[in-house]
């Protein structure tokens, strides 16, 4: 194994990706509150709402699949 793919796999940049996506899909599901709170209740909400919930369950989907893979590499070391 590469020594570039030993590093992929150091678990301190593992650590570091999944805070940074925790972080980045708290920040999507931050900037859909607000959108929607500036919306009355009786109004639809703008279509931006739902992208930004969209891709903060798409960043959660990523930090999952990540950790799981992190756990794979750590039983097969």
Do not use: F, I
Request: with cysteine.
């Amino acid at each position: 194994m590469s020594t570039q793919q030993e590093s992929a796999k150091s678990p301190e940049l593992m650590t570091a990706l999944c805070r940074e996506l925790v972080r980045l899909a708290r920040h999507e599901e931050e900037l859909a509150a607000n959108e929607a709170a500036r919306v009355p209740y009786w109004r639809v909400c703008p279509p931006s709402v739902d992208g930004h919930r969209a891709a903060a369950a798409a960043l959660r989907a990523d930090l999952a699949r990540l950790e799981s893979q992190a756990r794979e590499w750590e039983r097969a070391s």
